[in-house]
């Protein structure tokens, strides 16, 4: 079992940056992929960024491309989501998850979910 936290929302005016956190406990993340998800009122969750558990390969949602950067640090157990030139359609709830049978853009491959972080930018 594998519980997340993530950390880091809020609010934001359009073309700043945050950056999410995702902390694992339980057990190991270098044993998962792992993937940020986000969902806006009235829409479907959608990938955002995955990652394999070794952190070399990385796919981006082409929305999110050359502003957001996924990375790892397997020794602290934390995922971590760098957004930049953040634009009002990027407020949404960001969520990370983690899936055991590697990285996946379908959020019904992975198997363990945090609360998630509300993200409003404003323009």
């Known amino acids: 079992q594998v519980q997340l936290v993530e950390s880091g929302g809020g609010l934001v005016q359009a073309g700043g940056s945050l950056r999410l956190s995702c902390a694992a406990s339980?057990?190991?993340?270098?044993?998962?992929?792992m993937g940020w998800f986000r969902q806006a009122p009235g829409k479907e969750r959608e990938l955002i960024a995955t990652?394999?558990?070794?952190?070399?390969?990385?796919v981006y949602a082409d929305s999110v491309k050359g502003r957001f950067t996924v990375s790892r640090d397997n020794a602290k157990n934390t995922v971590y989501l760098q957004m930049n030139n953040l634009k009002p359609e990027d407020t949404a709830i960001y969520y990370c998850?983690?899936?055991?049978?590697?990285?996946?853009?379908?959020?019904?491959?992975?198997?363990?979910w945090g609360q998630g972080t509300q993200v409003t930018v404003s323009s």
């Open positions: 998850a983690a899936a055991r049978g590697g990285y996946d853009i379908r959020p019904a491959k992975y198997d363990y």
């Open positions: 339980g057990r190991t993340i270098s044993d998962y992929a």
């Open positions: 990652i394999t558990r070794s952190g070399i390969s990385t």
